[in-house]
């Protein structure tokens, strides 16, 4: 009986300080918003204003090169270009572990994903899609690795993930 008092006190006092460590999300899930481009950080990351707020936002179902990665410079560059060129959409559909908002975007009316995909600057990472989306990213990372495009050019592309992992054992002393 001690041991499940002990228990209980111990979830009482730190379940608030949990929860007040865990903010809100700052957009509505599942709902299309009109945004704006305020800054792009690489070719998945970036910061939208939408509902009268700054979002940083982590583009959903895609992995792109690391800005000092091979290819990183070319999607950064692209995303940029596309986020600028006209109407901006944005959907929250999670918030992931650094408290960014996960979303799908269309720019100009396209998914900002599959454009990225089909030009063969991003890696799809489709944990979470579904079947649709599976196939779109199937078909387009097929179309561009064949062609060539984008990461495809290199004789051996480095998965984003991978990159990472290699950076980060190199600067372990």
Known sequence: MRILFRALALAAVLLPAFAAGHAADPLPRHVW???????VVDGDTFSLAAQGQVVRVRLADVDAPERDQP????????AAEL??????????????????TVARVRADGNDLAWKLVREGLVWPDCHQCGLDDRLYFGVYGVMARWSGMGLWAAADPIRPATWRRRQKAEAAP
Not at 71 to 78: I, L, M, N, Q, V
């Open 71 to 78: 290819g990183g410079d070319d999607a950064t560059d692209r």
């Open 83 to 100: 986020l600028d060129a006209g109407p901006v959409e944005v959907m929250a559909v999670a918030v992931d572990r650094y408290g960014r």
């Open 33 to 39: 918003l009109a945004a704006r481009l305020v800054r």
